[in-house]
Nanobody, 124 residues
Framework: QVQLVESGGGLVQAGDSLRLSCAASGRTFSTRGMGWFRHTPGKEREFVVAISRSGGRTYYADSVKGRFTVTRDNAKNTVYLQMNSLKPEDTAVYYC?????????????????WGQGTQVTVSS
C-alpha cells in the first residue's frame, strides 16, 4: 500500500511560480514510476509529466514542456513539480500518482495509487 500526499498548491498570478510536493509512504517509492496529472471540472484528466523510478527519465506534456520540471528524491520518498511561468490555463487540481509496475507512463491506467490532489489557481 502506498499513500500519497500532495502539497504546495495555491493562488498565484500569471507568470508566477509554484512548487508542488508529493510525499509517499512506505518503502517501495523507489520502485515506482511517478506521474503528475491535473483535472479541471468539465474536462478530462490531463497528463502533465512522468518520471522514472531512478529519476533519470522524464516525459512532459507539450502544454507544460519548458515551463514545468519534475524531480524526485528517493531518499525522502518525495517527488516535486516545479511550475514556472504559470498561465491561467494551468488552473486545475493537481494529482500525483504512483505506478503499480510500469517505470513511467503518460497513461493514467498505469497508475495504481493517487493522492488527494492540491488546487492550483492562476489568475490573469
Amino acid at each position: 500500500q502506498v499513500q500519497l500526499v500532495e502539497s504546495g498548491g495555491g493562488l498565484v498570478q500569471a507568470g508566477d511560480s509554484l512548487r508542488l510536493s508529493c510525499a509517499a509512504s512506505g518503502r517501495t517509492f523507489s520502485t515506482r514510476g511517478m506521474g503528475w496529472f491535473r483535472h479541471t471540472p468539465g474536462k478530462e484528466r490531463e497528463f502533465v509529466v512522468a518520471i522514472s523510478r531512478s529519476g533519470g527519465r522524464t516525459y512532459y506534456a507539450d502544454s507544460v514542456k519548458g515551463r514545468f520540471t519534475v524531480t524526485r528524491d528517493n531518499a525522502k520518498n518525495t517527488v516535486y513539480l516545479q511550475m514556472n511561468s504559470l498561465k491561467p490555463e494551468d488552473t486545475a487540481v493537481y494529482y500525483c500518482a504512483a505506478t503499480q509496475f510500469s517505470d513511467y507512463s503518460s497513461d493514467y491506467r498505469m497508475y495504481h495509487y493517487w493522492g488527494q490532489g492540491t488546487q492550483v489557481t492562476v489568475s490573469s
